[in-house]
């Protein structure tokens, strides 16, 4: 991460250092420029004014070799109409070429003013001529080289190169000082309790991510810690009835016509045992696993088939099952699915009245598949109706028991709305009924 800090200021800072130079180079030549020109077309005005005053070729020769002699910055030619040298400061007129095809000078003669900027070869440079007609006719032409903005740069290169070193070490510095103040916090950090050490703004967000898992974690752990005592203590109620009737038939306390009682009693506390221990398991695969396969499930044939699965439990207890079964498909487990509508039918039925009634409905409501279970039961009293979806919580104990429940139904249930997207209602009127329905919401986005 510090490489790649590093590595990002590093780019950003040499992209910009050249940049800004190359900017401010052009800013600088292009103001150089237009000023060395300004000062050589002044100085040729001057010139060209004090040579006006002289007469003869002679007489301005010799202004120009005496007076104007310490002028050695710019160099200065007069050349005659016809083209040939007569004066030059940097070069001996002997050895010059008629400069009448010059173009400041072709320019000059024929309109009195001309100027051009060359290449010079042997310098390298831009060299800037200005010409100027005298009133006898002859030029005077001034001229001087200027760096062009190439050879500053490859001048200020080196320069630059120093700069830029000294600029990354800086970066390098400060990027691994930032680095180590960024990731000591997160170091040190200590996960039982983030928000303690030097904890910084932008890092509240993970600190509150971690204490929210945290406190989901230490919930769980209550949850697993409850849920086993509990299991130990369920397995324990029947196991202890199952010993006391063996042992009581063993020692042969029990009189010829309780044994058969007694066996009976031993039958159904090791029913109540199994329906336990597959309850358990339910649970722990349904904790452990996701969905098994995934399928398209009519909600109407899973109800179907479960009605005619309870119909006899019913028909013992004096109830009747009304069914009203409209196709409904829901993605998810047919096997979960008909579990969760067993453990609510039957409850609806355990927790009925004798000759009291169930009714299923299964469609479309509101856009949505649902899957709705009302009886004419003994309701539950609003304070429970949301705790009875908990790991063995029951309204009235000795009555679940009698009726065969583990208090494990409904948490099996919710696990598998989970499991599915689906909301759970519960209505119920003490006394009167229960409603529980379990509306689809399709899959998750
Ligand atoms: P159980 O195995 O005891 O039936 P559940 O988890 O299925 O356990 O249900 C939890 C408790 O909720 C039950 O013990 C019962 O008190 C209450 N309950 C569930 N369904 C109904 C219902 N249809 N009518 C009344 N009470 C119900």
Excluded at 121 to 145: C, F, K
Excluded at 193 to 198: C, F, I, L, N, S
Aim: hydrophobic share 35%; proline share 2%; aromatic share 8%.
């Amino acid at each position: 991460m510090t490489k790649a800090i590093y590595r990002n200021t590093c780019i950003i800072l040499t992209v910009s250092i050249i940049l800004m130079t190359l900017a401010s180079f052009w800013v600088y030549c292009e103001s150089m420029t237009s000023n060395v020109k300004r000062s050589i077309r002044d100085d040729g005005r001057v010139i060209v004014n004090l040579l006006n005053t002289y007469e003869s070729e002679e007489a301005r020769t010799d202004v120009l070799k005496t007076t104007l002699r310490e002028y050695s910055y710019n160099r200065i030619t007069l050349i005659r109409s016809d083209g040939e040298v007569i004066y030059d400061n940097f070069a001996d007129t002997g050895e010059m070429d008629s400069h009448a095809k010059r173009p400041e000078v072709e320019e000059a003669i024929n309109s009195g003013y001309g100027e051009s900027t060359r290449q010079s070869e042997t310098l390298g440079r831009n060299i800037y001529y200005y010409a100027y007609r005298l009133n006898d006719g002859s030029v005077l032409r001034i001229s001087r080289a200027a760096d062009d903005i190439y050879r500053l740069i490859i001048r200020i290169i080196p320069l630059m190169l120093v700069i830029t070193a000294v600029i990354l070490a800086v970066a390098f510095y400060t990027t691994k000082r930032t680095a180590k103040r960024i990731m000591k916090p997160l170091n040190e950090l200590d996960i039982d309790a983030p928000e303690k050490g030097g904890i910084y703004e932008e890092l509240m967000p993970f600190v509150k991510r971690i204490e929210r898992e945290n406190k989901l974690k230490e919930q769980n752990e209550k949850i697993r810690r409850e849920f086993s005592a509990n299991v130990s203590h369920e397995l324990k109620t029947p196991l202890t009835s199952i010993t006391g009737y063996a042992q009581m038939i063993n020692n042969g306390m029990a009189k010829e016509e309780d044994i058969l009682k007694f066996t009976g009693k031993i039958e159904k506390e090791a029913e109540r045992l199994l329906l336990l221990i597959n309850d358990i398991i339910e649970l722990s695969n349904l904790d452990e696993n996701g969905l098994a396969t995934v399928e398209d499930v009519d909600l109407a044939e899973v109800a179907r088939e479960t009605t005619a699965a309870l119909e006899s439990t019913a028909d013992k207890r004096g109830i009747t099952i009304y069914l009203s079964a409209n196709e409904a498909h829901v993605n998810g487990s047919r096997t979960m699915l008909g579990e969760l509508a067993y453990n609510i039918i039957d409850n609806a039925i355990k927790y009925n009245k004798y000759g009291g009634s169930v009714t299923v409905f299964v469609g479309i409501s509101n856009g949505k598949p649902e899957l709705s279970v009302s009886d004419t039961g003994i309701g539950i009293p609003d304070e429970d109706k949301e705790r009875i979806f908990e790991r063995f919580y029951r309204v009235d104990k000795s009555h679940s028991k009698t009726v065969g429940g583990t208090g494990l139904g409904l948490s099996i249930v919710k696990h598998i709305a989970m499991r599915h997207n689906a909301d759970i209602n519960v209505k119920s009127e003490l006394g009167f009924g229960t409603t529980i329905s379990v509306v689809f919401n399709g899959p998750e986005e």
